[in-house]
């Protein structure tokens, strides 16, 4: 089974929004087993919008258009599609009275232009809009579908979930594609591909590095006829990597290191405080992002300042002076004060130049310092990232996050 | 003038990236007043990827190709472009000869497959890659032409800039399309909408609302022959707009929110301090994310357990027994007690029910109060915000931010 994508809007055609949908309904597409082989895109355009949906329809089995299905006059997708398929359309009278319900109920006048988002081709089955009014279509003329789909990217999503997924499933069952991400971090990427290169030649599953800001993924995609096929072939090669990586594997597809790190201490019944100079908050930040991080993470501090790395940490004015606040010392100090200051089990710290100024020839822009204090002892790391402000900051957070990490999984930061 | 886009990758067809160089690609073509009608992306197939710019160019002055560019049989838009155009390849034996001294400059043995990169079609002209291997060039027959750029986004967008902006301005011409965007504060997105509901059926500048978490946005979307045509429709459009919304708009185009209130406190050379709860570090996130922050902000604390809000920020345990962290009386004692610990001139705090859980039927997940301490007063804003955790985090740091950008406009929280 094959298929062809259709997105509508002028907007897109400006590059004033990305195309997010279109994404998601290749994937969609992808792990139904439908061959997905071109996408178009048109503006808000009767001609050019009915050539593109023929074009597609001569090609492939499928098309999924995406937009063009508000009330106004520039939402063409419904006269196009009927005009490619050749059926006429007819307003659908349910459609319009609920139309009509809705329009009052919000205490809006009704518009004559509105009855347009009753139309439909004539044998289309109506798929209903739980968040807009736009509803959408499917309409199957001989062995050919069109699907239309509302534009609005939430609108979309969950009828793209909720109607499109069990149509495919029903019309797909070719050779399924699945795939599945598997995240380091602690390792760079060059030493990561270099370590698993053996098995990036491989046809089925494929593996494929991706770089990402402060950590690296591997993208392992299999194809299969059905789902325990490709989910052998997903763990064989998971299995694989996981060999040849050891534990800086630290979670697959949406896990982040934060949910992960937060995890392991909470398993060990350690709780954690944060200091924060350069990256201003931005880790405290990702850690609280996890639901359920309070019984872990107390809290933190952010002393951008010199003056509060003394006032709150009790970092030492001599400290300073002599190494200043881009330094392992500071960044040990950093994390023993937190750690004081807080009654925390352990505290993290991070401290350097994030750019683009401050830096010097000793210490340049991308200097950062992380460090680690539990009830036995403090370490530091001291790393070099490239990048701008904003990589650097994120890099550090994912250092500071690596080093929590390691010290877990080894047992304290004195032994790591 | 008229473009189409042809994007190549099976990965974007099986939704595993997203198709940003397109809308970059897009926007550029616009700016320069040329046509884009259509895009297309196609997989890593011969025959499809010709018959898609054969097409393209049969209903096109210019196309632009995006990826496919390197070394690996997989690549073969250098091929598909000569096809299409009917002209041979050729090897650039310059090319050649900079490719293997970089291969060996690297330390990388020479593969022969890596020769495919000097390959393009005769009469083309070489665009330099000034970050990777793979180079664009620039193909012309008649009055067609067509340009090809390698995929990784670094390298796409800096070739961009640095070639086809410059091409298609020799090229371009015709009626230019360029947008504006007014970012809005403070104000919510349907009272934006119904003060400027006048302006939003202009023809010529366009005027849209575009939703954003925790802000609104309104673009203004110009067409016209020349600069300075479009600037002045801009302008205009610009002045109307501000005349009925007042100062509620912050700022334009890509400047932040973070950035107008760090500059209005540097102007009046007022420090800055934060104290967070539920957003757990993201305010003092966003502060220092602006280059130059440490000026107004001195720092924060992360008190994201309520022994943290007693040791580090002086909230009396009687308040949080009373009150409860989720109050007006924890916000304004929170922005009290980081002022006085900080010595800062002014502190702004955020605490509230961020979720999933933690709501309970008189304070719901959503909840959030904003508070604000300066020499003479403290106050706090009260504030139910809709969406899920990472919404309500972020909704509420924009408030933050709004109640301190409004405060210095009124010359302080007293009166605010």
């Not at 098309?63 to 359309?89: K, Q, S």
């Not at 950590?215 to 096929?229: K, V, W």
């Not at 072939?233 to 290191?257: F, I, K, N, S």
Request: proline fraction near 4%.
């Amino acid at each position: 089974v094959t298929a062809e994508i259709v997105s509508v809007g002028t907007e897109l055609l400006l590059g004033q929004i990305e195309d997010t949908n279109a994404t998601a309904a290749a994937r969609v597409l992808a792990e139904a087993g439908v061959t997905c082989q071109r996408r178009q895109t048109v503006g808000d355009n009767l001609d050019r919008l009915t050539e593109a949906v023929r074009q597609a329809l001569s090609r492939a089995d499928l098309v999924l258009t995406i937009g063009g299905l508000g009330p106004t006059e520039d939402d063409l997708t419904r006269e196009a599609i009927a005009a490619a398929l050749e059926v006429p359309l007819e307003t659908d009278d349910e459609l319009l009275a609920r139309l009509q319900e809705s329009v009052q109920a919000r205490g809006v006048p009704w518009v004559h232009s509105l009855a347009r988002q009753a139309l439909r081709p004539t044998g289309s089955r109506v798929l209903p809009n739980a968040i807009g009014t736009a509803v959408g279509f499917i309409c199957e003329k001989g062995r050919k579908a069109v699907t239309a789909l509302p534009g609005p990217p939430r609108e979309f999503s969950a009828m793209l979930d909720e109607h499109v997924r069990p149509y495919l499933a029903t019309r797909g069952g070719g050779v399924r594609i699945v795939s599945r991400v598997l995240r380091v971090a602690g390792m760079g990427e060059s030493l990561m591909e270099e370590k698993v290169r053996p098995l990036l030649g491989s046809g089925n599953p494929t593996l494929a590095p991706l770089a990402k800001s402060g950590e690296a993924h591997l993208r392992i995609t299999a194809r299969g006829e059905d789902e325990i096929t490709i989910r052998h072939l997903l763990d064989d090669m998971e299995g694989e990597v996981r060999a040849r990586l050891g534990d800086v594997v630290y979670g697959v597809d949406e896990e982040t290191l934060e949910a992960c790190v937060l995890s392991l201490l909470r398993d060990r019944k350690v709780t954690l405080a944060t200091a924060e100079s350069c990256t201003g908050g931005l880790l405290g930040g990702r850690l609280t992002s996890v639901p359920g991080s309070s019984d872990v993470y107390l809290g933190g501090y952010v002393t951008y300042s010199n003056e509060m790395k003394l006032r709150a940490l009790g970092v030492a004015e001599r400290l300073l002076r002599e190494h200043g606040a881009a330094s392992e010392e500071c960044a040990r100090a950093m994390a023993e004060g937190a750690r004081r200051a807080t009654g925390a089990d352990w505290a993290v710290s991070v401290t350097g130049i994030a750019g683009p100024t401050g830096g010097t020839p000793e210490k340049p822009v991308g200097l950062v310092f992380v460090g680690l204090a539990d009830e036995a002892a403090s370490v530091a790391t001291q790393h070099r990232f490239g990048g701008d402000r904003e990589a650097v900051r994120h890099r550090s957070t994912q250092a500071a996050l690596a080093l929590l990490r390691k010290a877990v999984l080894s047992g304290g930061c004195g032994s790591s």
